[in-house]
């Protein structure tokens, strides 16, 4: 693998399929998912294969279902790739007259002589901690072509947007940001885990880590600010060591004050991972990313990774009004709590699009540590339900992977997705019989 990325040869086998599939199309047709690791993945693809002089159609879904598989194979494609998807629903896609692959980092059913699956989980690599969609699409686009090693910003901000760096970056994640750095492309610096252009941008915007007294409310901010005599428009990028320190001190003060475990006070000081091209960190472009999915702006989201000015300008206003819908979110949540069962909890989440990060926010600042979350809503008669667990519940026997798709199969649903973050349909008016059935096999796993 070209840029000294080491990987089993039965993977690099099958990335090897893909491009073999892209090179053999005279058009494309590119799908993805709508979140920060899934637009990450489709920027970097969308950037290799303009590079390439390729033609393509992209689209960007909030899910894969049965009936979006249908419209896409009647559009006639000659080869399609799908990102951050795929592998749940390599059944459907081997229905198609195209040639598929799936570049997905999700649990896979089975392999298949049809699709070429490029999947991290076939060669004993995690694909919740060592490899995302954004990972895998940047494999393929420096096997396309070693030029595109400018892209490896891209698939950071995708790693992070998936999480994949809590607790340091791991596998084939690790080998992409150590070349990354190598190459310049990619800056790392200690400093604190907040996202924002400006200090008081940074910590008014922040619903992760969410301060109490301070996120969402600016004028504090200002005042906490100028008490440490800290110029509030100061840039993240540009904070020296000692008020770097300084901020670091008061923050953490403010996070076990308001009663944050210990492990999440940890987090607010890590590697930060500056792009120097883009003048924002890894972590920035992933919170961008995730806003323009989230509202609705995909497009916006490829814009911006392609280095538009005007679009990182946009996406930052999008960040904020997206940031102030989560915000009163949480408050809500913080108000109300979460509906108990024995081995969960969940909770009515009225916008689809916002109930994962909603979800998984509550769990790691406001609900009941000791149970997975699931968040609610409700889409063209049909239930869709967002998933959020912790890494010591999945060290415990956690899946929600698997719980949620045997759940939501009963009720002729489906789900799948990670042992820590899952998703599943099920059909509108099962919802009672459906939490049992999920509460029934959590309890099996955590026993």
Partial sequence: MSGSIALPDEFSDSLKQALKIVNSASQLRVVSHYDADGLSAAAIMTIALTRAHKRFHLTIRKGLEPGDIDTIAKEGNEAILFLDMGSGQVEALEQLEAKAAALDHHKPIRKSKKVVQVNPHFHAIDGMTEASAATISFLLAIMMDPCNWDLSPIALAGIIGDRQHMGGMKGINQQILDSATEKNHVVVQKGLNLKGLTIVEAIADSVDPYFVGLSGRKDNVLAFLDSMRLPPDTPMGTLDEVYRRKLTSMLSLRLMGQGCRPETVEELVTDLHWIPSMNLSAADLADLLNACGRMDHEGLGISVCMGDPESIKLAGELRREYNKKIME??????????????????FQASEPSLSGAECGLAMQYILDQSKPTLALSVVDNKLKVSSRGTKHLVSKGLDLSAAL???????????????????????????????????????????
């Fill in 329 to 346: 979110k949480l408050v809500k949540i913080e108000a109300e709590g979460a509906s108990q069962m024995d081995h969960m909890q969940f």
């Fill in 405 to 447: 798709k045997k759940a939501a199969e009963k009720f002729g649903g489906v789900g799948g997705g990670h042992a820590v973050a899952a998703g599943a349909t099920v059909p509108e008016g099962k919802d009672l019989e459906f939490l049992k059935a999920v509460d029934e096999v959590v309890a099996l796993q955590l026993r």
